[in-house]
C-alpha cells in the first residue's frame, strides 16, 4: 500500500475534526484495507474509528433495534436483542463473510462502502431502516444511490443506524461460490406499512422489487414469490450469473425468505 | 514391556505421522520467502497491462532516480549480454516430419509482449516498496495489437503471437494408425461422439512462487533458493541453456515448499532474471509473487477442445476410438509444454480397455495467454475425461448399464500391449470396481435417487475407471519420444559410524511426506528405527543428481534409487559382517537389522557393522575400503500404471442448479503402499482438485482484450472444505511387476479419475448428454429448463 497519515481518535468529535483534505474513514478495513494493499486505493489521511466506544452497541426498545456503526457482524449475528427483535437481521449478519471478517467488519462500514453484493443494504432497505450520521438522520430510502454510491457528504460519519421491528422478516442469500457474496440476497419484510422486498447483487445497488410486493401482499407464500418473473432489464451480468438466471435466482430467493420468515 | 521374541514389525505400510509436519504446523518451516540474506535486495517485475502489444520504447529514467533503485534491466540488456531464451524440454514432430515450432522465450520480453502479466523489466531496490514504487514508474509505449485468446479459434487467427509463427500453430501430432481407426468407424454399426473443452486451470499452491539470487565474488558462484520441485533440472536448465554458466558454479536450494502440483516444475523467467542480476548488482536479490502476480504468470493447466468418437458393435464391444485435439500451449512454450497434451495424453486413451484401434491427432496453438503446462495429473486428466465420458456416454447410447459395458471391456491379461504405446505390466480392474460398486452402495441408489426425487431433487450416480501412467519414465523410451532429457533417479545411502542414515534423494518433497515414506522405506530395508534415517533433498549441494518430482514418480523411481543404494550398503555389510564372523561371505544373511551365520545364531547388528566400517580395526582392508556410503541411479524400464474406479452421486437443486457431491467412492490400485495416511492424504487432495475442475474452476480471459478475468479468488472458484463431502477410499494390491517395493505412485490420481466420474453423476442427474466443465450452478439450471 501507499505510505498515509493515521489518526485513532477515541470520539466521534475528534473523528470528524480530523476528517482533513484527501481523507477516509477507517471501519473495520474488511473492504478499505484489501482495497489498499492491491493499491487500488490511496488517501492522505486515514482516520481510525476504532476506538471510539461509543459507535459500539446495541439497543432494542420502542420498537426498534439500533445498532451502533462500528458494531461488527460477529456481535450483531450473536445479539440476544437482535435474535429476540429480528432473527432474519442476526441471521444475515452471521453469513457475512468468515468469521475473521465478521470479528472486524461493520454495519457503518459496509453500508457507506455500498457494495453491490453487500448483504446489509437488503436488510435497510426492507426494514426501512434509518441511517443516523454526526448531521442528519438519513431514511434507507434516500440512502443508496448508485454503485458503491450513497447520499453521505465527504467526512460525514455514519453513528448509528436504527432498525424498525418487523412483524415478520426471512433473508436469504445465493452466494457467489468463489467471493462468497450476495450473488442475489432477498430481505423480505412483513411491516404495518405493507410488504417490502429489497434485493442486493442483482444490480448496480440494492433495490426493492415492485413486482415481488405486488405479489407477496396479495399472498404471503413463497409460491406467489416463486411465480414472479422480474424484468431482465438492469440486472448485473458477469463471469457467475446472466441477468436471465440473476432475475430467475430472486425470486427463488425471495420464496425461500417469505418460507423462513413464516417458520420463525 | 517390549516382547523381544517377536520381530519388530515393518515400518512398510504403517500410517506413520509425518514427522515434517512438527515444523508446518508450528511456523518454523524454512519457506523460500524466510530467507533474508545479509545486503539482501529486493526486486519487482514491470509487467504488461496488455495482452499483445510491440514494445516501442521502455523510459527507466524516472523509475532509476527514484529513492533505493539500485538497478533497473530491460530485455535489450539481457539481449546485450548474450542471455538466452528459456528452453522446452520436449521435442514433438508434426505429422510431415517438421519439428515443433520454438519461437524465442526471453527472460524479459523483446520487442513485443505477449500476454497479460508478460514481464518486460526487473526492478532492484533497497526495500519491497521502494522497488514497487520505482516499478510504477518505468514508462512503456505500447502500440497495442489484436489478440489471440481463444484456443478453439487460434489457428489460422489473422494475429501472430509469434511474427515467425504465423497461424499460430506450434505443432500438429498425432499418433496411432489411422487407417485401422478409420477402417473400424466405417464397419461399426454404433458410433458415440462427444465434444467438449478440457476447462483451462490455475494451479494455486498455497505458497507463491518466489525466488532469492546471490552472487559470492570469493569462488565466482551462484546459490538460488527457489521454490521449486526439481532443482537439479532448474540449475541444468538455466546453466546450460539460458546463462551458459558452468552448472558447478550454481547451487541451486529449494527448501520447505507449500506445493507445486506441477507449477513448479519449470524454468521460469523471474529466478533466471535474479540470478543474472545477482551478480551485476552485487547484492542478493529477492522476488516473491503476490497473488495476483500467481494467477498471471505461474504456468496453467489443461484448456483442450476435443472431439471425440467411440465405434462399437451392438454388443457394446469397443472397436476404435478417435480423438481430434486442439490444445493451448499459451505465449510461449514452458518446459514441458509440448509434451502434455501429446505423450501424456494419447498414449492412455486406451483405458483400461482392449480396443484394438485408436488414433489421436493434436493440434497445439500460441494464444496470448499465459504459457500452459503440466498441472497434478498432466495429459492423463485430459484423456481419461476423454475415455470415461465417451464410454459411459456410449453405455448410455446402447441402453447398456455402464459397469456391463466397463467390465466387457476391460483389459484382462497381463501384460498388455496397448495400441497407443504402452504396455501395461500388471492389474485387476474388476477387484477395484466390484470394491467401489460395494463401498458407494450403488444398490441403494435406486431407493435414494426416489428420496430425493420426493423432495424435488435430481440426483445422479456417475464412474470413471482410470489408468494412468506415472513413474517417469524409462529414459531410452523418453528420449525416443522425443524427451530431451533423461528420467532416471538418483539416490545416495550414508551411514554414519553410530549407525544413524542419511539418505539424499534426487526426489523432491513439497507435500508429498518423501520425509516420512523414503524413511520407512529405508528403515525397513535396514531394520533400524525409522528415527535413525534422515531425508535430505532440494539441494544441489548436497544431494548429487536427481530429475526431481511430477509424474507420481517419486516412490517408484526415487524410491527404487534409494533401495537399490542400501542394497549396496547390505551387500558391502555382508562382507564386513563376514569378516567379523569369521564366516564366508556367502553364509551371511541379512534380516530384521541382523547379519548373522546362514543356520547359526551367530549375528551381529547393523549399527556394530557401520561402527567398523568407519572403525577398521578388525576389518578385510586388503580387500575392502573403510566407509559405508554408496549411491545408485535407476533408469525404470518401464511407467507404472496406476488404476482405480471412482463412483460419484450427486443431488441438484433444479431450483438453482447447485449441486451437491453427496458421496464420492475412490478405490485404487497403487501397488504396494508404504503410509497408507499419506496415501489416502493424496487421493483425498487429487479428488478435491478434480472435483474442483468439474465443478467450480475454470480460467477465463475476455475473448477481446485478453484480460485475465478470473485474477483473483474473487472471481476463481477454488474448492473449500464445505463444497465435498468426506470421501469413501479404499485400494486393492496388484504390485508393481518391475520395481523392487511394487509401487506405483499415487500423487495424481484423485484429480485424473474424478471430474468425468462428476460429470457423469450430473449429466445422468438432468438426463442430458452432456454439459461442460465447470458444471456451474447456472449451467446446470439452463439444462434443467431447456
Redesign the interface.
Known sequence: MYDFDYQRPTDAKAATAAFQGDARYLAGGQSLVQAMR??LSSNARLVDLGAIPALRGIHAGGGSVTVGAMTPHAAVAASPEVRQAIPALAQLAGWIGDPSVRNMGTLGGSIANADPAADYPAALLALGATVQTDRRTIPAEQFFTGLYGTALLPGELVTAVSFPVPQAAGYEK?RN???R?ALVGVFVAKTAAGVRVAVTGAKSHVFRSAELEAALAASFTPEAA?AVRLPVAGMNAD????PE?RA??VS?MASRAVAASLAR | MTDLSQPPVSPIGQPLRRREDARFLTGAGQYTDDVVLPGQSYGVFVRSPYAHARIQSIDTSSAKAAPGVLAIFTGADLADAKVGGLPCGWLIHSQDGSPMKEPPHPVLAQGKVRHVGDQLALVVAETLLQA?DAAELVAVDYEELPAVVDVATAAGAASAVHDDVPGNVCYDWSHGDKAAVDAAFARATRVTKLEFANNRLIPNAIEPRAANAQYTRHDDSYTLWVSNQNPHVERLLMTAFVLGLPESRVRVIAPDVGGGFGSKIFLYPEETALVWASKRVGRPIKWTAER?ESFLTDAHGRDHVTTAELAMNEQGDFLAMRVKTTANMGAYLSTFASSVPTILYATLLAGQYRTPAIHAQVTAVFTNTAPVDAYRGAGRPEATYVVERLVETAARDLGMSPVDIRRRNFITEFPYATPVGLTYDTGNYAAHLDRALELADVAGFAARRDKSKAAGKLRGLGYSCYIEACGLAPSNIAGALGARAGLFEAGEVRVHPTGTVTVFTGSHSHGQGHETTFAQVVAARLGIPVENVEIVHGDTGRVPFGMGTYGSRSLSVGGTAIVKAVDKVIAKGRKIAAHLLEAADSDIEFENGEFKVAGTDRKIPFGQVALTAYVPHNYPLDKLEPGLNENAFYDPTNFTYPAGSYVCEVEVDP??GRTRVDRFTAVDDFGNIVNPMIVQGQVHGGIAQGLGQAM?EGA?YDPESGQL??GS??????PRAD?LPSYQVDHTVTPCTHNPLGVKGCGEAGAIGSPPAFINALTDALGVRDIAMPA???RV??AVNR
Not at chain 2, 713 to 718: E, F, I, L, P, T
Open positions: 492491491l493499491r445465493y461460490p468463489a467471493s457474496f416463486k463471469l457467475h450469473a446472466s438466471y430467475a435466482m427463488v | 514497487k495476483s431450483e438453482t467450480l477465463r478475468l478470473t479468488y474473487m472471481d476463481y472458484c477454488m463444497d456451474t450452478p447456472e439450471w439452463r
